[in-house]
C-alpha cells in the first residue's frame, strides 16, 4: 500500500480552522507561532486573540502554566510581541502575572481573572504605579480573584481599595465591606452566590466616596427592600449604578416606571450618570390576557437617557407564571439567564454563563443563534421537555461549534436535545468538556454506546455526570474514554 505524508501545512484553511478552534489558546500560540508564515497569519484570527488563559484547571485547584521559567521567556520574547494589542481578556497565575502585566501595553484589555492570589502578591501588583494608574483605574471592567484561602481575601481588602474595583461572593461580605471600615472605597463590584443569608450591619451611614456600585445576583431573590434599597439608600453620590438581578414569585412587574421610582429617583441618586441593568421579574399564576405586552414594558422605557433598552415577556402556561426580563444594551454580565424562543438576538461578548428554558421546543437554528450570540460562552444549561418540530436531514444543517464550551447540563431535556449537542453532525463540542446527563436519555440517544455520529463528541468528554446508582453498560468507559465518570446522588 503506497504511503502519503501529509503534514498540517499541507491541510486547507478551512479545515485548519476547525482543529485550531478545538485547542486551547494557550497551546495554539505555544506550538504553531514561528513555525511558518501561514500558520502565522490563521492563529491571528481575532477568536484565538481575545481570550487568552494561562491558568489550567486541574481537579479542585489552579495551575499556572507560565510558572516554568522557559516558557514563561518564550511568550514574552516571541509570542507576546504581536498579539498583546488585540488581547481583551486574560487569565494569569500569581508567579507570572506581574511579568505578563508589564512587558506589555495592553490597550484593548477590559477583563482579568488572576488565580492563586494571596496579599503579598496582589499588593507587590498594586504597587506598580502603570497597572494601579493606568491599566486598572482607566480600562479593567471585570477583575475576577482567585484566592489561596478564604481569609486572603479579607487581607487583600486595603490593597484592592485603592485600585478599580473590588469582587466578592457572598451578600454578608457585602455588608462586611460597608459597615463602615472601607469608606473609601470608590468602586465596588459585588458578585453574590448565596443571597439568602443576611446578616445585620450596624453602621448604616453614607458612602461619600462610593462612585460606581454594582451589584449582581444570579440566584432568584425577593428581598429587595432588604438588600439592593437599603443599600442604595446610603450611596448619595453614586455616578454610575449596575443591577443584574432575577426576581422571584413577585407580585409587581419591574419596569421603567418602577425603576424611576425605587432606584434612580432623583432624591435618592443625585448625581447619577449611568444605570445599565438586567433585571428578570418572574409573576407566578397571571392571567395571560392581562399581561403587559413587550411593547407596553418598553414605553415606560420612553424617558430614560439610555435608548438602547430592550425588554422581553414571555408567558409559561404549564408553570403558570410570567416572566419580565428588561436591560440596557451593550450587556456585561457574565450571566444570561431562561433564554426563550423570543430571544431578541444581538452580541454578548462578557456572557460566559447561559441557561435556556422554554415550553416550546428549540429547534437548529435556534441553537446557532446561541452561538452567535454568546461566542465566548463557557456554561450552557439547556431546560425543555418539548421536542423538535423540524428535524431537518443533516445534509440541510449548519454545524455549530462551541469552541470556549466546557461545562454542559441537559440533564432536564427532550432526547432530541441530546441527540443535537452529541452528533458530529450538528454540533461540534470543544475538547474536556464537562457533561451532566441523565444516564438513561444518554443510552437510549447513543443506541447502547454503538451510534457512530455521537462518538466524536463524546471522545471529547472530561468528565461524566449521571445519576447515582444507574446500571452502567459495559461500553459506557469504550464510548467514554477521555472521561471521568462521576456519579452525583442529584443534579
Known sequence: MEHFNITLNDLPDEILLIILKNLKSFDIYYSLQGVNKRLNQII???????????????????????????????????????????????????TSMKTILHTFDYPNLDSLALFNVDEKSFRSLCKSKILSNGLFKNQIKFLSLSC???????????????????????????????????????????????????GDVENRDDLPNLKYFSFTCNWVTSFYNQTIRSLLLRMSYLERLDLYIQF????????GNYLKRK?????????????????????SSPVQLNLPSTKDIEQTFTH?????????????????????????????????????????????????????????????????????SFPFMEILSVKNKKAQNHKESNENLSLIQYSFLRELHIYNVHDDYIEEFLSDKKTSLSRN???????????????????????INCRKVDKLYVCKGSKRCNFLEEYFPSAKIIERSRF
Open 433 to 455: 468538556v464537562n457533561l451532566n446527563i441523565k444516564y438513561e436519555s444518554l443510552e437510549r440517544v447513543t443506541n447502547n454506546f454503538t451510534r457512530e455520529d455521537t462518538r
Open 148 to 198: 489561596y484561602r478564604d481569609e486572603a481575601l479579607i487581607d487583600m481588602i486595603p490593597s484592592m481599595t485603592k485600585i478599580f474595583q473590588l469582587q466578592v461572593q457572598f451578600y454578608d461580605d457585602c455588608l462586611y465591606i460597608l459597615d463602615g471600615r472601607f469608606n473609601q472605597l470608590h468602586t465596588l463590584i459585588i458578585d453574590v452566590f448565596n443571597p439568602f443569608d443576611l
Open 44 to 94: 491571528q484570527e481575532e477568536i484565538f486573540i481575545k481570550h487568552l488563559s494561562f491558568i489550567k484547571r486541574s481537579s479542585n485547584k489552579f495551575i499556572d502554566r507560565l510558572s516554568d521559567k522557559t516558557i514563561l521567556h518564550r511568550f514574552c520574547s516571541q509570542i507576546l510581541p504581536s498579539i498583546h494589542e488585540k488581547i481583551r481578556y486574560l487569565q494569569l497565575g500569581s
Open 304 to 372: 430614560f437617557k439610555s435608548k438602547n433598552i430592550i425588554s422581553c415577556v414571555d408567558y409559561f402556561p404549564e408553570r403558570k407564571e410570567g416572566q419580565y426580563h428588561i436591560y440596557s444594551y451593550p450587556y456585561e454580565t457574565k450571566y444570561y439567564n431562561d433564554i426563550t424562543n423570543k430571544f431578541p438576538g444581538g452580541i454578548y461578548e462578557y456572557v460566559r454563563e447561559v441557561s435556556l428554558f422554554d415550553e416550546k421546543p428549540f429547534e437548529h437554528e435556534f441553537f446557532l443563534q446561541i452561538q452567535k
Open 263 to 283: 432606584i434612580i429617583n432623583a432624591n435618592t441618586l443625585r448625581n447619577l450618570q449611568e444605570f445599565r441593568f438586567s433585571i428578570t421579574s418572574r409573576i
Open 248 to 255: 422571584g414569585n413577585n407580585t409587581t412587574i419591574i419596569d
